[in-house]
């Protein structure tokens, strides 16, 4: 099966510009995910949805960072304006619906998409 | 709220070696417990995991990990590291419900001597 796609794997911009990142998840996963990945830190979740609705935004900086999955499928992470701290890899997973038994929490990830705020 | 923290952030072994890392986690109710992997130029891939029955559970490439409820830990163990071996380590974490969200440790990088 075709793996999670991320794109643009690098982007460099200067800070106060926008950005934007897009994923599309393995066909048919429910559940779709954006971690931020802060070098030599662990994936932090910013959003998760679960089809096009929010299960959990707690972490997402909502004055500069905003998502949407519009049709449950692919989903765009968008950063206005960024900041320095902003610079990072922006990891997308996705995993299947059902019971934590049949693998609805084992997460397949992207290949990120790393961003250098300048 | 959930946490999870990996107390190791470098370890170096000499191939033939043993290896323990150390996973300890926050939550008083029912968790799901993982150990993700990403090799030099790799994506994060899952390595293993636990959600009931047998606390030790196996995972490939001949890596294994026990559950000890009464420690919140889930340590991630390997008896021989190979050079191949070398790549950075994530523990995760979460509550046992499929919407329940995942919360990563900070990563163990693993540097094999060969």
């Known amino acids: 099966e075709a793996g999670v796609a991320q794109s643009p794997r690098y982007k460099i911009i200067e800070k106060r510009q926008s950005v934007a990142f897009w994923c599309n998840p393995i066909s048919g996963h429910a559940t779709l995910y954006w971690y931020q990945q802060i070098l030599g830190q662990g994936p932090k979740l910013l959003i998760q949805?679960?089809?096009?609705?929010?299960?959990?935004d707690s972490q997402l900086p909502k004055d500069r960072f905003s998502a949407e999955r519009l049709k449950g499928v692919d989903s765009t992470l968008k950063i206005q304006p960024a900041k320095l701290e902003d610079s990072a890899v922006y990891l997308c997973a996705s995993s299947p619906s059902g019971t934590a038994y049949s693998g609805a929490n084992v997460l397949t990830f992207g290949a990120g998409s790393r961003l250098t705020v300048l | 709220a959930q946490s999870v923290s990996q107390h190791n952030h470098h370890v170096i072994l000499s191939e033939a070696a043993s290896l323990e890392l150390g996973c300890n986690y926050s939550y008083g109710g029912t968790v799901n417990l993982f150990w993700y992997v990403q090799y030099p130029g790799q994506h994060l891939q899952l390595l293993l995991k636990y959600f009931s029955g047998d606390p030790l559970v196996k995972g490939i490439k001949g890596f294994e990990a026990e559950f000890i409820k009464s420690k919140f830990s889930f340590n991630l163990r390997k008896p021989s590291v190979q050079w191949s071996d070398t790549a950075e380590y994530f523990c995760a974490v979460n509550a046992a419900s499929s919407a329940s969200k995942i919360i990563f440790g900070s990563g163990t990088r693993l540097s094999i001597r060969p």
């Open positions: 949805f679960q089809n096009n609705g929010v299960v959990d």
